[in-house]
């Protein structure tokens, strides 16, 4: 499987991070180039205090890995960043919320040009506004869990974890009447075991992201916009079968979006929802990396 498969090696190597988790490498798991689709892939050490917009979030501590893809010992990825397609295909997807006036209004702007994208909601702000959530729902929306309060998860005890996995899907499922299938980390917060965990456990594929505007520093709309189209740093910006991150918690990103969304319709691209996008993985082999795309294994610091 030549789709994005990453070592933690590389990540590290370039960062001096130390590893999330004391796991040892994983037999079957080797470093390989991103592949065209892919966006870049990074550390979060030293990763900044929470936005004063998502109180509940903690600051993961330094040195935490960034948000990688990876593989499982028999070849399985057991997270994705991004996918292989054939086609214009992206899928857009915000954080932290539901909030009760911003994501309402990004509904509205969804709403009018008829774009399906995907929220991962903390299960603490869905117990707030279950209203917001099931018109996401309604609207043909995807939605994943983002854990109840906003914890990594790699430092949680088992019984931590059921609580921020099992109570959120159990919250959504409740209030939405779907079960759920995708479950985004915050901070991008995994390691192959908890990932694999997630997944076989509490039924989640682990969702991360290869496109990342860090709309949570507030930026502005202007360069949130700018940095999704086009990249910024080492992160390229949107290529087919992207899985764009976001936050639907502040301001700057939902006015960022209708002039996004706009120039990304006007370039071609289809916005599908996460699980789309993975049903859509090109089944043909991936081509054979070229030395360049090593490159854009750099990191930078990122909230999710
Ligand atoms: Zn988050």
Known sequence: MALVILS???????????PISPIPAIPGITAAPLPQTSGAVGTIGGLSP???????????????????????????????NSIRVDGPYIAMTFDDGPDAKLTPRLLDILKERNIHATFFVLGERVKDHPEILQREIAE??????????????????????????ADTSELI???GGKPVILMRPPYGATNPRLSRAIEKEYGMKVILWSVDPDDWKDPGAHVVSERILNGWKQSGGTKPGAIILAHDIHKGTIEAMPATLDALLAKGYKFVT????????????????????????????RQS
């Open 173 to 175: 499922k409740q209030t």
């Open 140 to 165: 043909g929306h995807e939605v994943g869990n983002h854990s109840w309060d906003h914890k990594a998860l790699n430092k949680l005890a088992e019984g931590g974890l059921q609580h921020e996995l």
């Open 50 to 80: 929470s936005s004063p917009a998502n109180p509940s979030a903690v600051a993961a501590p330094a040195g935490m890995q960034a948000p990688m893809q990876l593989a499982s010992p028999n070849g399985e990825r057991s997270s994705f």
């Open 274 to 301: 996460v699980s789309e996008l993975i049903a859509l993985e090109s089944k043909t082999p991936a081509p054979s990396p070229t030395p360049s795309a090593q490159k854009s294994t750099k990191s930078k610091k």
């Open 8 to 18: 933690a090696a590389i990540a590290t190597a370039q960062q001096g991070a130390a």
